[in-house]
T-cell receptor
């Protein structure tokens, strides 16, 4: 049973370009979460999605960032017109149950490390 | 604001030297507490989840415990391969759509 798959593992973009990060959840998981991690900082929640729906995007910047989880295919985190401050590791997690359900566990992918030049 | 604080930030131990990592949280009601291990360049790996005060979970050299205000991750006779960053995360009762992570404890076990 494959785990959470993220690609690419490393992504280099110049300021002003677009970054697309992809996440395929574990088989049977319909809940996806995106987090951002900066050096020496904890994981910061960005967005929580269920198939075709954004449940909570309160942690995501209002501009330039968007996320989707279509009926078919991976979840996508999109960053438009990247700036140097967007450089970070972005992690995706998935779960079988909703985050507030009893016994729910989030499983993480290996992350995408975005570097903005 | 609900917060999760981990201490110490970093810990260096000799192989075989047991110790404990702490995770404390603001008391606004706990739905669940999670421990993860993260190796450099990798994603967090799930270790334990605890739901109520007094609960304990064990896995090899690790044991997690929970009180009403904090959790401990006890490491018994650690080995160099236990070196990693250990992350604590809390699902609060009044914020039931996201979990909040602490900054982690960087553990280094010297051979």
């Amino acid at each position: 049973n494959a785990g959470v798959m993220q690609n690419p593992r490393h992504l280099v973009r110049r300021r002003g370009q677009e970054a697309r990060l992809r996440c395929s959840p574990m088989k049977g998981h319909s809940h996806v979460y995106w987090y951002r991690q900066l050096p020496e900082e904890g994981l910061k929640f960005m967005v929580y999605l269920q198939k075709e729906n954004i449940i909570d995007e309160s942690g995501m910047p209002k501009e330039r960032f968007s996320a989707e989880f279509p009926k078919e295919g991976p979840s996508i985190l999109r960053i438009q017109q990247v700036v140097r401050g967007d450089s970070a590791a972005y992690f995706c997690a998935s779960s079988e149950l909703a985050v507030f359900a009893a016994k729910n566990i989030q499983y993480f992918g290996a992350g995408t490390r975005l570097s903005v030049l | 604001e609900d917060q999760v604080t981990q201490s110490p930030e970093a810990l260096r131990l000799q192989e075989g030297e047991s110790s404990s990592l702490n995770c404390s949280y603001t008391v606004s009601g706990l739905r669940g507490l999670f421990w993860y291990r993260q190796d450099p360049g990798k994603g967090p790996e799930f270790l334990f989840t605890l739901y109520s005060a007094g609960e304990e979970k064990e896995k090899e050299r690790l044991k997690a415990t929970l009180t009403k205000k904090e959790s401990f991750l006890h490491i018994t006779a650690p080995k160099p391969e236990d070196s990693a960053t250990y992350l604590c995360a809390v699902l609060f009762l009044n914020r039931d759509d996201k979990i909040i992570f602490g900054k982690g404890t960087r553990l280094h076990i010297l051979p």
